[in-house]
């Protein structure tokens, strides 16, 4: 950004610019030009909150933060795994716990309609909505779930008293048998209030026409009004405080685990910031530096400052107005569009108002001056004048007012309806925009509308996009939507009909194709993974391959189907020239090159590079994620693997330059951007707004809930927002090209644009100006193509490039590969067991299904069946078996203090002692027990007493595993408990 602003300011300096008031003469321009350069590094650009990220860190050892911590932008990316964990130490008997579980699943159960329900989903779900809300301690506050629910009931028994005391008031002929109905209904345990009449502004509703009416039954009604709200208020806080208290737990056990501290919540950054200033002599003297270096302060984009970045920034404003510094903030409220992100509009001019909290107070009124930046730099003409028609009726407050009447729902208050008005209203004042002498050389601009509906939006932006590409460039066309779903249903489309895009998900390096193979070629080589196999044999990179013609598909397919091998041994079987050249340098050599090494070589032998030249960001960035894995020592292939699983869908590659490809974007993602040819299928977004906690205050007590239709003052508030924001969203949409807008409409009822257009007297379908003008579409300048290889006078081999370096290699022991094979089918074969009176069936059984469903039959001989089936049965007929299977619990996970993951393959509890099996097969060797009793040491530290006992299923031996003691191998279990 600093040298844009550079390169802007130069322009002036050179007389480049064609600005009708130009800001600088070309000498002015000159002498700033050189005091930018002279002072580069003092010239801050950043984001807000990069620049409190910055504070943060700055200040970490002050804030008792790791400076290594990560951000992360969702907290329940970070909190999410501590469900888990507190799950685990609630079935390992922390009666706490388990209790805050039940509460929080008995109240997912009593407010789901369906007889069934996924817990843990819905669980989560409701918990995001309060993470934020807990780590910033907003949740502090609330009260106690046991005096809520007490003051519920002594709400509802006053409020099945006061309406009993209706009833008796007023003669049963007088009143309306409906409304009778509800209220006795609510009498007799209908406590869910549908009907209307609770709702009704007076008691007169209740009755017929010309009843008269007690005083007193009006004050009764209004007091049942009231109840009604309370209660169901308070039956909200009985629902909610559960997963409040639960939330609070687990924000607990973040904050208690070590590895927490590499990570921070970015929800809690602007607070983090502010307690440093509200305790600045106690802050590092490097934040004392920044905060007090700062000077001049411009913040661009103002409408999305949220109300917490303005309180941290708010002491940095403070105190460089004091120092005779200056503020300028620049923006558009009618280009606020992140509201779900916190950005509040009303800031814009609320940081004047003396009667708001953190406004700038004591500024001289000649020292503040508002400017309107009148002229258009984008758009042609065209353009400029359709955008100017078709918001300038909303500068008429009358005009505004029928808009949102007609697309507003129906039953949203009048009141409602004539504050979004308002804001509206404010927002598009002095919306028209001048044409700048730049616009004078370009082209006049054009603008279609053309109709269509949901099923034939997708095919008609389609044949739009094929249509352009016969005359300009992919790249001059932008497609926006309104959400990432919409505009991938669009990428998917073009791809079918060959038409290149870029995307946000198209940039993901885990949903490249390539790639996609690249990683099957390590998944195949280290887990020998058929369907991994598949997905490499049958891509782009050796599937495309010129020596590939004589492989078949369709062949290997029918081999599939009649022979009972996989796919690897059939193809090494049928095509084995081809396995040798492509497969069989790498199987060789799978256990001494890193995963860098191998996808290289890989990409050597097949010439990716010049093969798939559009591909080269992808590829080279996943060899330099793999060169980095190696440098940190996990370069081996299983490792990488791990990463790869847990870490691949936040790895993106950077957004290529002159790419001819058609870019697809949000709108939120688009504001700020622009481009020659903006094609935008509209459709009204749905007013609803999001799911957050909100408070609310029955008799002094705090209570928690979430936010619904019921909470109407809150409620309506969001809802405004939202409704303005569609407003917002179709004007920043509109404002994008600089050549040609296309925009497709969904014709319904009560849509803003259908209603913006027909006031402004613009037909829908229509066409303004002139079309675009075809332009030479230019090939793409290719990469410069990779050095050509030595021709080969020996066969290719892996790492054939090093010179007299020969690998050592260790034997494999074949006699300890086929007991660590033995074991692992133990132990899927314990897993799975069934106890039945025959025990060697039973083994069998077990056997013959881990078979079946992992498709071994192929790789395990007799010899090895025999051996399996031998542990098992000696297992099986230890008279203590039955029991320990019956009752434990398998293949369970126990977290050590430094976070790693210890595999318990059976635990059983026991009324005094709890017992940690571990399976082990082959020899029996000294460091086995070191596991199983690290198991049991963390047990011990959560209150609960447990043994560990090693199974050694081929020696047929027992070795119990105490605190302070270990037992000689024996033969039986009570054995080991005598010794």
């Not at 700055?58 to 999410?80: G, K, M």
């Not at 039953?411 to 002498?437: G, M, W």
């Not at 000696?874 to 029991?883: A, D, N, P, V």
Request: charged letters at 25%; hydrophobic letters at 40%; a negative charge.
């Amino acid at each position: 950004m600093r040298s844009r602003i550079l390169q802007a300011v130069k322009q002036y300096a050179l007389g480049l610019c064609s600005d009708t008031q130009p800001l600088f003469s070309p000498d002015e321009a000159k002498r700033l030009v050189n005091t930018i350069l002279y002072n580069y590094t003092a010239l801050n650009v950043r984001t807000i909150d990069s620049l409190l990220m910055q504070m943060v860190r700055t200040a970490s050892l002050s804030l008792q933060l790791n400076p290594d911590f990560q951000p992360v932008f969702s907290s329940a990316d970070i909190l999410a795994p501590y469900l888990e964990t507190l799950s685990m130490k609630a079935r390992l008997g922390d009666k706490g716990l388990e209790r805050s579980i039940l509460a929080i699943t008995d109240s997912i159960y009593r407010e789901s309609d369906t007889e069934y329900f996924l817990a843990r989903k819905k669980i989560q779900t409701k918990l995001s909505q309060l993470f934020d809300a807990i780590l910033l301690k907003e949740c502090d506050d609330i009260g106690d779930a046991v005096k809520i629910t007490e003051l519920r009931d002594k709400k509802k028994d006053d409020l099945l008293t006061t309406i009993q005391d209706l009833i008796d008031c007023v003669q049963e002929k007088d009143w309306d048998q409906r409304a009778r109905k509800a209220m006795v209904g609510v009498v007799e345990g209908n406590l869910k209030f549908k009907s209307d009449y609770f709702s009704k502004d007076s008691v007169a509703a209740l009755f017929h026409k010309n009843t008269t009416i007690p005083e007193r039954a009006g004050i009764l009604f209004q007091h049942i009004k009231n109840c009604i709200n309370e209660y169901k208020t308070l039956c909200d806080g009985v629902q909610t405080v559960p997963f409040v208290n639960f939330g609070k737990e687990m924000v607990n056990a973040f904050l208690d685990d070590e590895n927490a501290a590499l990570f921070l919540s970015t929800a809690m950054v602007p607070g983090l910031v502010r307690s440093i200033f509200d305790g600045i002599l106690k802050a590092d003297s490097k934040f004392v530096n920044i905060a007090s270096g700062i000077q001049d302060i411009l913040i661009d984009e103002f409408q999305d400052t949220s109300d917490a970045q303005w309180m941290a920034l708010f002491p940095l404003v403070e105190e460089a107005l004091a120092k005779g510094g200056s503020l300028t903030w620049v923006g558009d409220i009618k280009q606020s569009i992140f509201s779900w992100r916190g950005g509040n509009p009303d800031l814009f001019d609320g940081i004047l108002d003396p009667k708001r909290e953190h406004a700038i107070k004591n500024v001289q009124a000649e020292n503040i001056s508002k400017e309107n930046l009148p002229y258009n730099w984008r758009s042609g003409k065209t353009i400029v004048d359709f955008n100017n028609r078709l918001y300038k009726v909303l500068e008429n407050s009358d005009a505004t007012l029928a808009i949102v009447n007609d697309c507003m729902a129906t039953k949203v208050s009048s009141e409602t309806k004539e504050k979004a008005a308002s804001r509206i209203n404010k927002a598009f004042a002095n919306v028209s925009q001048k044409l700048s002498k730049r616009q004078e050389s370009m082209p006049t601009g054009y603008v279609d509308i053309r109709t269509t509906t949901n099923e034939e939006s997708i095919p008609a932006v389609c044949a739009l996009v094929t249509e352009l590409s016969q005359t300009r460039p992919l790249s001059d066309i932008l497609i926006l939507s309104r959400a990432n779903d919409g505009g991938q249903a669009i990428a998917v489309e073009l791809l079918k009909l060959g038409i290149p895009v870029v995307t946000e998900n198209s940039l993901l390096l885990a949903q490249n194709g390539l790639i996609i193979e690249s990683i099957g070629l390590l998944r195949y080589l280290v887990l020998g993974d058929p369907l991994a196999f598949w997905t490499v044999l049958t891509g782009k990179i050796l599937g495309t391959h010129a020596q590939m013609q004589d492989f078949s598909v369709e062949q290997l397919t029918d081999l599939l189907i009649t022979k009972n091998k996989p796919a690897d041994i059939l193809f090494r079987e049928t095509w084995p020239s081809l396995w040798e050249q492509f497969f069989e340098p790498f199987t060789g050599h799978s256990t001494s090159m890193t995963a860098y090494d191998l996808i290289s070589e890989w990409y050597a032998l097949l010439d990716v590079e010049a093969r798939f030249p559009d591909a080269t960001v992808f590829t080279r960035r996943l060899l330099e994620i793999l060169h980095i894995a190696t440098l940190d020592a996990s370069g081996s292939l299983s490792s990488f693997l791990e990463y790869w699983e847990s870490a691949s869908d936040n790895e993106k590659v950077p957004m290529p330059e002159h790419v001819n490809a058609v870019r697809i974007m949000t709108i939120h993602k688009a504001k700020g951007l622009e481009a020659p040819i903006v094609i935008f299928p509209w459709k009204m977004p749905e007013i609803r707004p999001q799911k957050k906690l909100i408070k609310q205050s029955v008799d002094g007590i705090k209570v928690p809930a979430i936010l619904s239709p019921q909470y109407r003052e809150e409620y309506d508030a969001e809802r405004i927002q939202i409704f303005c924001e569609a407003f917002n969203l179709l004007y920043v949409a509109t404002t994008r090209p600089c050549e040609a807008l296309y925009i497709f409409c969904v014709q319904k009822n009560k849509d803003i644009f259908a209603s913006l257009a027909a006031r402004a007297g613009i037909r829908i379908p229509s066409t303004l100006g002139e079309a675009p003008a075809a332009k030479t579409i230019h090939s793409e300048q290719p990469l410069p193509p990779p050095a050509t290889p030595h021709t080969r006078t020996a066969p290719w081999k892996p790492m054939g490039w090093i010179p007299d370096i020969k690998l050592a290699k260790t034997e494999i022991d074949t006699k300890a590969e086929n007991a660590k094979q033995v074991g692992m089918l133990v132990h899927y074969c314990l897993q799975y067991v069934r106890y039945e009176a025959d025990i060697q069936k039973a083994a069998e059984r077990a056997l013959s299904f881990v078979l079946a469903r992992d498709k071994l039959d192929y790789l395990v001989d007799q010899a090895m069946r025999d051996r399996v089936l031998k542990g098992l049965s000696w297992f099986l007929s230890q008279k203590e078996s039955r029991e320990w299977l019956s009752k434990g619990m398998r293949e369970q996970m126990v977290l050590d203090t430094d976070g790693t993951l210890l595999r318990c393959d059976l635990i059983v509890p026991g009324p005094k002692t709890w017992l940690l099996i571990d399976y082990r097969s082959g020899a029996i060797h000294r460091n086995d027990t070191k596991q199983i009793h690290t198991c049991c040491t963390l047990l011990g530290k959560q209150g609960i007493n447990a043994r560990g006992l090693l199974v050694y299923l081929e020696q047929e031996r027992f070795i119990l595993v105490d605190k302070n003691a270990i037992s000689n191998p024996k033969p039986t279990y009570q054995e080991c408990l005598a010794s």
